[in-house]
Structure formats: structure tokens, C-alpha cells
């Protein structure tokens, strides 16, 4: 079974950057692409990017692109998302996800979540 475990949530001021990582356990059984969602207090989880291992083909949502790039080390089975240019919308509890079948920009697509890790921007 595919495990992912997000790292590098934190605090940072409005303008400044952070890298997101997800460590993928047991590839072989998961998905091709790998998404990151987030989730504010009282909002749905939403779609934010997302990445496929074999070619490395990128999905964006319009709220950031730009500022946002997902990409993966193929090798050590990790996938990032590093975060530039942020903003106080930002905030929300990041998660990774491994894709399933349906709309890579629905969450429901998606079959194995990690277990979120929070970015705060404050100004």
C-alpha cells in the first residue's frame, strides 16, 4: 500500500517562499501522477497542482500559476511543491495526493492522501 508523508509546512511572511515535500512509499502500486491539494478552515479541498513520474507533465491550478512549481526526484520517490511569491490565501493545510482515475483537479480522483501539512502566511 502507497503511503505519502508531507514535509515542510511552516510560517512565512506574505512575498516569501516555501518547498513542500512528499515522501512516496511503495510506488509501484500508486499512480503515475501525484497531486498536491490544499484546504482552508471552512473551504472544500482544493486542487493546486499536479505531476506525472514518468514524464513529469505539469497541471496547475490558475490561482498559482507563476508562483507555484511542482516537480519530483524520480529517484529518492519524492515529489515537491515549491511555493514562491506567497500570499495571505495561501494558507491552508497542504496535502499530497496519488491519483486515481477521474479529474485530476477533483480530490476525489485522487485514492491515497498524506497527512497534510499546514503553511501559514502572515503579513
Known amino acids: 500500500q502507497v503511503q505519502l508523508v508531507e514535509s515542510g509546512g511552516g510560517l512565512v511572511q506574505a512575498g516569501g517562499s516555501l518547498r513542500l515535500s512528499c515522501a512516496v512509499s511503495e510506488r509501484t502500486a500508486s499512480s503515475d501522477f501525484m497531486g498536491w491539494f490544499r484546504q482552508a478552515p471552512g473551504k472544500g479541498r482544493e486542487f493546486v497542482a499536479a505531476?506525472?513520474?514518468?514524464?513529469?507533465?505539469?497541471y496547475y491550478a490558475d490561482s498559482v500559476k507563476g508562483r507555484f512549481t511542482i516537480s519530483r526526484d524520480n529517484a529518492e520517490d519524492t515529489v515537491f511543491l515549491q511555493m514562491n511569491s506567497l500570499k495571505l490565501e495561501d494558507t491552508a493545510v497542504y496535502y499530497c495526493a496519488s491519483y486515481w482515475r477521474g479529474s485530476i483537479v477533483t480530490s476525489a480522483a485522487y485514492r491515497v492522501w498524506g497527512q497534510g501539512t499546514q503553511v501559514t502566511v502572515s503579513s
Open positions: 505531476i506525472s513520474w514518468s514524464g513529469g507533465s505539469t
